[in-house]
């Protein structure tokens, strides 16, 4: 048996002619299961005594896979005809009967051995077992000797636990809670390299500890994605990677990137500072220092906005300010959220009953996002003109007591209204990053980091 794919790595590529109950041969191609999940099952042989036992329990089953989203091929490297009398031929004589799935000839053995599961002797395919997600990758992988089936229900158990998006203890059953890694981390746990020292906080998909990290022996902000069914951990991070590449002094430094544990966390640079809301708590800032730390937003923005990165949620919960007034911007692009939300300031992804497709924090949203178009840089213009507004007046830009509220008044916001109540050098500001329309929201991150700090 030589090596094959491992976890996390794509199914080699096949075509392979295949079999089917009541219907001519076909082809089984894996680029016919993108999108979907696939459980590839491989056996030794046709008209054998331990194969039926498996392929039968996998077909009484066989609609319990396809409300998880799974498809089912079964391959041995029997050639095509053998399957077809097999399928044909009386359960009484060493048939198996009608399958709902098709049974693929890997005759050569090339996709067999590819994935490591041939025997030579006797040329056959051991009981390899693969779970592959709508992209492709192993997520599962067992491999039995000759004499011993699978178990569909172990399968089903499986599958269901991978599809959670959450950490599965052994005795999780399908309809179980998953394990919630940011309830049970604490001081002295240790996930990867880091040893977690104390929470920070808490925000809408994640909570962030304080951790050291073991190996260069520094402390981080670790920020632990919470499990979420209909989540998309792998787009999360790979935005998370995307933002890694900025570097700035305004930006919050993004050091890793990782799920390797089946836990998603972002380390990022330990930030000792208080949240911009907190520092408006009270009322508008001074106007030199409203304009100060407003135009630290901007450059930092710039910066992204150059290097082609948007970030979708800007917001003051997500800028912090450090005690020499320096200010930082958090979470570029990680602000997702499953379940709708009824607060006009916390984070949305998919908001709404319908699932909309609206991404953001609504109280901070564009009128273009308000009606689910995806988040861009005029959109964060629109919300850094919001926080501009509230840092000079101590007021929110738009009110409302509900999301639908908050969305009606942004949709109708008047920039010469808002313009007017704070000190005419910001006024021009104000007019063009508050412009309803985003074609006539021409003013860039750079001018309004530069009209601030002449202002």
């Not at 709708?340 to 996002?369: C, F, I, K, N, R």
């Amino acid at each position: 048996m030589a090596g094959g794919a491992t976890i996390g790595e794509p199914v080699p590529e096949f075509d392979l002619p295949a079999a089917v109950s009541g219907g001519e041969a076909c082809r089984a191609r894996l680029a016919d299961y993108r999108g979907r999940w696939l459980a590839l099952v491989f056996y030794p042989r046709d008209f054998s005594l331990v194969c039926p036992t498996e392929l039968t329990a996998l077909a009484d089953r066989f609609d319990e896979f396809r409300r998880l989203g799974c498809e089912v091929l079964a391959v041995s490297c029997d050639d095509l005809e053998s399957h077809r009398r097999w399928l044909e031929s009386d359960p009484a004589r060493g048939g198996i009967g009608p399958l709902p799935f098709p049974l693929a000839s890997d005759e050569g053995g090339e996709l067999s051995r590819a994935l490591g599961v041939y025997q030579d002797p006797p040329g056959v395919a051991l009981r390899g077992l693969f779970l592959v997600d709508p992209e492709g990758r192993i997520q599962y992988q067992v491999v039995h000797a000759l004499g011993v089936g699978r178990n569909a229900e172990e399968v089903l158990r499986v599958l269901g636990a991978l599809r959670s998006g959450g950490m599965c203890p052994s005795s999780w059953a399908p309809g179980d809670e998953v394990l919630d890694p940011t309830r049970v981390l604490g001081p002295g746990r240790v996930v990867g390299h880091y040893r977690i020292e104390g929470r920070l906080g808490e925000g809408s998909f994640s909570s962030v500890f304080l951790a050291l990290d073991t190996t260069l022996q520094r402390r981080v902000a670790l920020k632990v994605l919470r499990p979420r069914a209909a989540a998309r951990p792998r787009a999360v991070l790979d935005e998370a990677r995307t933002a890694a590449a900025l570097n700035h002094p305004n930006i919050c430094i993004i050091y890793s990137v990782d799920d390797a544990e089946g836990v998603p966390i972002i380390a990022m640079e330990y930030l000792d500072g208080t949240r911009l809301d907190r520092l408006m708590a009270a009322g508008g800032l001074p106007v030199p220092r409203a304009a100060a730390i407003a135009g630290q937003v901007a450059s930092g923005m710039a910066a992204a906005h150059e290097a082609g990165v948007v970030h979708g949620d800007l917001k003051p919960q997500n800028i912090l300010v450090d005690d020499a007034d320096r200010a930082k911007i958090v979470d570029f692009g990680l602000a997702r959220r499953i379940r709708p939300t009824v607060d006009p300031m916390e984070t949305a992804d998919g908001w709404g009953a319908h699932g909309s497709g609206l991404t953001g924090t609504p109280g901070y949203m564009a009128p273009e996002q308000t009606r689910g178009e995806p988040s861009s840089m005029a959109s964060d213009v629109f919300a850094l003109g919001c926080i501009l507004f509230e840092l000079l007046t101590g007021r929110r830009t738009v009110g409302g007591k509900n999301v639908l509220q908050v969305f009606e008044a942004i949709r109708t916001i008047r920039p010469e209204d808002l313009a007017a109540q704070v000190p005419p050098r910001f006024a021009p500001i104000l007019l063009r990053a508050l412009a309803p329309d985003p074609a006539r929201r021409t003013i860039s991150m750079r001018e309004i980091a530069e009209m601030l700090a002449s202002s």
